[in-house]
């Protein structure tokens, strides 16, 4: 039997493909999680995640859409230059959402203090309530996402918070 040695190697476009299991580990590795970690942010098994990683599974599309705003980028760039099946990949959002709720309050707190800097130059009794208030409000939620909160990085993210918003208002979080 003759192989003609020319089929044998791989073509360069093909040879340049990562697989999307070493790539969803890269991501993960990078991210700090482990399998079950991620396993929990998708709603899957550890095993699951596991098989995808040694590409003895290939993910649907509302994996690879869930896995994509876990690493906050597009399903498409997730399995771009992979070895994703190109009519899955056809069948792909545009688009997957990003960020996490805490994530998203995270956000409005920066946007509240931005604007309590803003305010800071005006002293009347009315901005001073108002800027009361909003520490009053953001200390409870804080308290309450860090009550709730059983991730490590989301824990780290919310004495961050804490911290910063005391240091606005000059105190320390436990006294407020």
């Not at 073509?11 to 990562?18: G, I, K, N, T, V």
């Not at 003895?56 to 760039?77: D, M, N, Q, V, Y």
Request: charged letters at 25%; glycine letters at 2%; proline letters at 6%.
């Amino acid at each position: 039997m003759h192989i003609d040695s020319d089929k044998t190697k791989p073509s360069p476009r093909r040879a340049a493909l990562e697989s999307l299991g070493k790539r969803v580990a890269r991501l993960r590795s990078a991210q700090g999680w482990t399998q079950q970690a991620l396993a929990a942010r998708l709603a899957v098994s550890r095993v699951a995640v596991s098989h995808i990683e040694m590409d003895l599974t290939i993910p649907s599309e509302r994996t690879i859409t869930l896995l994509a705003g876990l690493f906050k980028c597009s399903p498409h760039e997730l399995v771009e230059s992979t070895l994703y099946p190109r009519p899955k990949a056809e069948r792909l959002p545009a688009v997957a959402c990003c960020y996490t709720p805490l994530e998203l309050e995270l956000a409005l707190l920066e946007n509240d203090l931005a604007w309590l800097e803003r305010l800071a130059g005006v002293k009347s009794t009315p901005a001073e309530a108002l800027a009361g208030e909003i520490q009053q409000r953001w200390n409870a939620r804080l308290a309450d996402w860090a009550a709730d909160s059983i991730d490590e990085r989301e824990r780290e993210s919310i004495a961050a918070a804490q911290l910063k918003l005391a240091a606005a208002f000059n105190r320390s979080p436990e006294t407020s």
